[in-house]
């Protein structure tokens, strides 16, 4: 099946650097979302991407759907205490229609120090 | 809306019972997963429904697991019996199309 490899593993930054985290497939996906998650909650969507090349922000969050289809990254700009947590890209491969299953990454840990 | 809501939120067993956890997912949405958690293993597809019907359940580990989705509104994920190594965190999640994929906020099982 596919994978997705997801870097880092963990980051220490001080509050106000940016961010940035990347994701690679070994195949190609038709949508690649963004995840943050937060002790003991579920995963929040943060970016959804449809299109290849697909820029899109959401406030101080960019990411980005690579031309190959295989990659996507996230940046964050000015971090703040809260956007500590684990961030999780997922790719949507195309299975045919219906066939909507995401398969994720395995998380960025990212702690920022005041 | 209320989102994708799971309960119970914590399940604490022993081995051998049998656990049911439930999921309503979002008004609307067509698709229904269910996903596990694991340090180990991070998140892992189970089983996931379109218009209430099972279109992939190549994920659910062993025959113990099994999955129902009896309307729009509703499905349960059962696990019988249960074992130690079933402990995880269990995350439902909706959506329509492919697209506003929600999560819960999870069932955190602890299987002794």
């Known amino acids: 099946g596919q994978q997705l490899n997801q870097s880092p593993q963990s980051m220490f930054i001080q509050e106000g650097e940016d961010v940035s985290m990347n994701c690679t497939s070994s195949s190609i996906f038709n949508t690649w979302l963004w995840y943050k998650q937060d002790p003991g909650e579920g995963p929040v969507l943060l970016i959804a991407?449809?299109?290849?090349?697909e820029l899109t922000s959401n406030g101080r969050l960019t990411a980005q759907f690579g031309i190959t289809r295989k990659d996507s990254f996230l940046n964050i700009s000015a971090s703040i205490p809260s956007d500590v947590g684990i961030y999780f890209c997922?790719?949507?491969?195309?299975?045919?229609?219906?066939?909507?299953?995401?398969?994720f990454g395995k998380g960025t840990k990212l702690s920022v120090i005041p | 809306d209320a989102g994708v809501i799971q309960s119970p939120r914590h399940e604490v067993t022993e081995m051998g019972q049998e656990v049911t956890l439930r999921c309503k997912p979002i008004?609307?949405?067509?698709?229904l997963f269910w996903y596990r958690q694991t340090m180990m293993r991070g998140l892992e597809l189970l089983i996931y429904f379109n218009n209430n019907v099972p279109i992939d359940d190549s994920g659910m580990p062993e025959d113990r697991f099994s999955a129902k989705m009896p309307n729009a509104s509703f499905s349960t994920l059962k696990i019988q019996p249960s074992e130690p190594r079933d402990s995880a965190v269990y995350f439902c999640a909706s959506s329509f199309g492919g697209r506003g994929y929600t999560f819960g906020s999870g069932t955190r099982l602890t299987v002794v």
């Open positions: 997922a790719g949507q491969p195309y299975s045919g229609a219906g066939s909507y299953q995401l398969t």
């Open positions: 991407l449809y299109k290849a090349g």
């Open positions: 008004s609307g949405h067509n698709s």
